[in-house]
């Protein structure tokens, strides 16, 4: 089962990430690009995610980290 968005604004920090970022950051353009390719991919993931059973990590927050983790050399969890 794929859970849903949840956002979590101010649980742990005053600022959101918007405020963070500055707006001339490399990262906003590619969140766009990210955005719309993870958008035509979610058809995909909605096919092979089952309705049964414990709500899981959306696929797209697993891809986001993936990407945060190569660009600024975060080692892997295991």
Do not use: N, W
């Not at 969140?31 to 309705?51: C, M, P, Q």
């Amino acid at each position: 089962m794929r859970s849903g968005k949840v956002e979590t604004q101010s649980m742990f920090s005053y600022l959101s990430p918007e405020q963070r970022v500055p707006a001339d950051h490399p990262l906003r353009v590619i969140r766009v690009i990210v955005d719309l390719s993870l958008a035509e991919l979610d058809g995909h993931f909605r096919r092979i995610y089952s309705h049964l059973g414990c709500p899981s990590i959306p696929p797209g927050h697993l891809l986001r980290a993936l990407l945060l983790q190569v660009f600024f050399s975060i080692r892997p969890e295991r």
